[in-house]
């Protein structure tokens, strides 16, 4: 009898226990997700926290907004004309990027694209100090262009597009 008694109070423990290890491990596995999740380090001189370009009369910042019969394919961080950008991680330089091809807006037709972490992506209207080699997380890659004598009234700031495009760049941001 005694026991059968210790038996019953094993598995009434166990019946107790398992619900929360499940619970330990969603709540573990949550965590791990949010801390593996990489995150840009500071882009732009002036801006520490990377605070995105949100409306303006030129349009809005987010991935998915609006240009005229396209869509927005990356994300806009905001950068005053003539700041020093820095590399959000360590990186390594892949070429340097031509924005639009438009004589009209040579002024900002530049950009460079990154590789580090596991990411592709290319950061537009910067001019980058060189276009080969790496550059470690902080270091300076090049100056914010002058936005403003394109877009006049625009929040300036720096294009963040992955390579592969249909990647929304925002959970990094
Ligand atoms: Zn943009």
Redesign the pocket.
Known sequence: MMCQRQEEKYFTWVRLQVPKMRLFIVVFVAVMCVCDGLKFGQLCSGNPDNTRRTSDSWGQ?HYGAGRGQRK?E???VVCRDGSVVYAPFDVTLHGKVLVYNDPNKAAIDSGIELRGEGLCFKL?YVRPDQTSGSVKKGKRIGVMLPMQSVYPGITS?I?VQMCDKKIDPSPYL
Request: proline share 0%; glycine share 24%; aromatic share 12%.
């Open positions: 910042g927005h990356g994300v806009d537009f700031h294009h």
